[in-house]
Nanobody
Framework: QVELVESGGGLVQPGGSLRLSCSAS????????MAWYRQVPGKEREQVAL???????SYARAVRGRFTISRDDAKKTVYLQMDNLQPEDTGVYYC??????????????WGQGTQVTVSS
């Protein structure tokens, strides 16, 4: 059994900052890629940022330079530091972790989602 718990969403004014966290627990051998996605009503879920198990990162063009993804493997946690937030960043943010329960498998797991609202 694997469980992901997200935290850190909320309401913030334009130009403000938030930090999202997603922690995994359960029967985990290793965690491969860790990513954050965003979904707004009427649109498909889109990847915002990703960090590989080697530390390589990638970002959606819309957030590059404002968001920073990081991971703490000892804590089995991925973070998303969001700075200079804008109204278009509003949405439900989901973490996605590619988790291995053994050396021979890998399964993507989703967090429960956390609402981020950027509004004055």
């Amino acid at each position: 059994q694997v469980e992901l718990v997200e935290s850190g969403g909320g309401l913030v004014q334009p130009g403000g900052s938030l930090r999202l966290s997603c922690s995994a627990s359960g029967s985990i051998f290793s965690i491969n890629d860790m990513a954050w996605y965003r979904q707004v009503p009427g649109k498909e879920r889109e990847q915002v940022a990703l960090v590989s198990n080697g530390g390589w990162t990638s970002y959606a063009r819309a957030v590059r330079g404002r968001f920073t993804i990081s991971r703490d493997d000892a804590k089995k946690t991925v973070y998303l530091q969001m700075d200079n937030l804008q109204p278009e960043d509003t949405g439900v943010y989901y973490c996605n972790l590619d988790i291995s329960k053994s050396p021979w498998d890998a399964t993507p797991y989703w967090g429960q989602g956390t609402q981020v609202t950027v509004s004055s």
